[in-house]
């Protein structure tokens, strides 16, 4: 199907499905319960599920098929979504000709800094790309300010031209006439559900994108980049140039983030300097790793439950810890919000550095390892039940006969 085989079909089919339905899946608990506020399945927060999906399976091609590590993706992130909002200022309020853009633009940018950084590997070549990614973000937050607007960022007004708009334009990013705002909410007793316009549209680019990597895993040019991995002094060894390769990969995982920036502005129409800042690059290494560098839905995975941290835990305050803990004597529960509160809120980067540790220490493949665990013991569990089952077939058998 679709030039895929069957495990790879399977899987695509799965994270079709899981797109489609998120928001039932990411909102479990009914709207007026203590436990709604774990639910995931509002807009924004779904939006960013999907988008950093993207930019973390672009960054896996580099990754974790060559094994060069760059720190400084977020450069084309934040050049995507400025090209993207300059875009809708000039042209139109459309976002497919913004997005177009984003992934041009990206893929340009990073052609140039890939040719320079991959002429070194290793630390080398990470350093060479967080260095690009920082004087990035100082140019955009300092000397390209007339094209940036500095540290306030860039985003539409009012008297921006929109050529192709007209007078009567939307005055929002919209697909066709859509708004990327525009929404839906359906009721089902004391549970709510949301649909919008945005997360669909970011949910089936994220699909194609995941698809293309498949594609780009199962390819020769894939194998090639594999074996760029596993020895690339060997294969300079036998006259093979490894260079275009290695570049065409930086290139493809720029035009994913691209992408994503592009999305970023059309969810949202702003673009700011902070995303080409050197923590973003870190957070796509941490959503790749944690999910598993290497594989396929991995970075997927990744991406969600980092974002899911970020939007939820961070949003849990004392009151909301005093509220779990009020069943308790008033001396117990003031002990479990102290003990609680250094790992939520403002220091919900401290539950994800914990976790990441135990994944790192534990789970090497990161989370799609550890379902590559639990699959093994089900199966181990079905490999046992099988002799006894046909143990007692023999046995009923000369009684049936």
Do not use: C
């Not at 399945?41 to 060559?66: E, H, K, S």
């Not at 060069?68 to 084309?76: E, I, K």
């Not at 040019?221 to 594999?226: E, K």
């Not at 534990?362 to 550890?370: A, D, M, T, Y």
């Amino acid at each position: 199907m679709l030039g895929l085989n069957r495990r790879d079909t399977t899987l695509l089919i799965i994270v079709v499905i899981l797109t489609l339905f998120a928001p039932f899946i990411l909102n479990p608990f009914p709207a007026n319960s203590a436990l709604a506020q774990f639910n995931a399945g509002y807009p924004d927060l779904m939006q960013r599920f999907v988008i950093f999906g993207i930019f973390a399976i672009g960054f896996n091609i580099l990754f974790g098929l060559t094994g060069y590590l760059s720190f400084g993706h977020a450069a084309f992130l934040g050049v995507g979504s400025y090209s993207a909002v300059w875009m809708m200022k000039l042209l139109t309020m459309n976002v497919i000709p913004a997005i177009i853009l984003s992934v041009i633009v990206a893929g340009l940018f990073s052609l140039l800094i890939g040719f320079i950084s991959l002429r070194r590997s290793g630390i080398y070549f990470s350093i060479l790309t967080l260095a690009f990614a920082q004087m990035s973000f100082n140019l955009a937050y300092s000397v390209l300010t007339p094209i940036t607007n500095g540290e306030t960022g860039l985003q539409i007004t009012l008297s921006d031209p929109r050529i192709l708009d007209g007078a009567d334009a939307a005055r929002y990013p919209n697909l066709f006439g859509a708004q990327m705002n525009e929404a839906t909410t359906l009721f089902f007793g004391p549970w709510s559900f949301t649909f919008s316009v945005g997360y669909y549209l970011s949910a089936f680019i994220m699909v194609l994108a995941f698809y293309l990597s498949i594609r780009i895993f199962r390819s020769p040019f894939g194998m090639m980049l594999r074996a760029v991995k596993s020895n690339q002094q060997r294969m300079n060894y036998t006259g093979l140039n490894t260079r275009p390769y290695t570049l065409a990969a930086f290139v493809i995982s720029g035009m994913y983030a691209g992408l994503a920036g592009g999305l970023l502005a059309a969810m949202d129409p702003l673009a700011g300097a902070e995303r080409m800042q050197w923590t973003a690059s870190g957070e796509v290494v941490l959503m790749t790793i944690l999910g598993g560098a290497g594989t396929l839905i991995g970075p997927v995975l990744g991406a969600g439950f980092i974002k899911y941290f970020e939007n939820i835990f961070a949003k849990i305050n004392d009151n909301v810890l005093h509220g779990w803990f009020a069943f308790m004597p008033d001396g117990a529960e003031d002990l479990l919000v102290a003990l609680v509160h250094p790992f939520v809120g403002k220091g919900w980067h401290l539950t994800l550095g914990l976790l990441f540790m135990l994944v790192v220490i534990f789970l090497p493949g990161g989370l799609v390892e550890g379902g590559q665990r639990i699959g093994r013991i089900f199966r181990r569990r079905d490999a046992n039940a099988g002799p006894v089952e046909a143990d007692a077939a023999e046995q009923r058998k000369p009684a049936a006969e």
